[in-house]
């Protein structure tokens, strides 16, 4: 069964910092690109990060740009999201979704979604 399980998500103050896990089973992460998506409550979905199969990063948001970082372990199957120096504004469910090979900012050609995790910045 192809899954993506996000973790690590929670409650943290302004200025802190969270990893967020996104582990995969019943497929390997070698050949996939994996986005991170956030959805804040009453917006629409956004990106955030992406890695590609090739290690190459991209940005889809300039907010987080200097903060946020992501890197990938083939070996654990887990691609993991760095988030430092949070702001209020950084609340929302957290996604990493797959799809071969490259990034997209296209949310609609990822093919495996996780369920999500949530992050809560206070001020």
């Known amino acids: 069964q192809v899954q993506l399980v996000e973790s690590g998500g929670g409650s943290v103050e302004s200025g802190g910092s969270l990893t967020l896990s996104c582990a995969a089973s019943?497929?390997?992460?070698?050949?996939?690109?994996i986005g991170w998506f956030r959805q804040a409550p009453g917006k629409g979905r956004e990106g955030i990060l992406c890695?590609?199969?090739?290690?190459?990063?991209?940005y889809y948001t300039d907010s987080v740009k200097g903060r946020f970082t992501i890197s990938r372990d083939n070996a654990k199957n887990t691609v993991y999201l760095r988030m430092n120096s949070l702001k209020p504004e950084d609340t929302a469910f957290y996604y990493c979704?797959?799809?071969?090979?490259?990034?997209?900012?296209?949310?609609?050609?990822?093919?495996?979604w996780g369920q999500g995790t949530h992050v809560t910045v206070s001020s």
């Open positions: 979704a797959a799809q071969m090979y490259y990034c997209s900012h296209d949310i609609s050609s990822y093919d495996y």
């Open positions: 019943g497929f390997t992460l070698d050949y996939h690109a």
């Open positions: 890695i590609s199969s090739s290690d190459d990063s991209t």
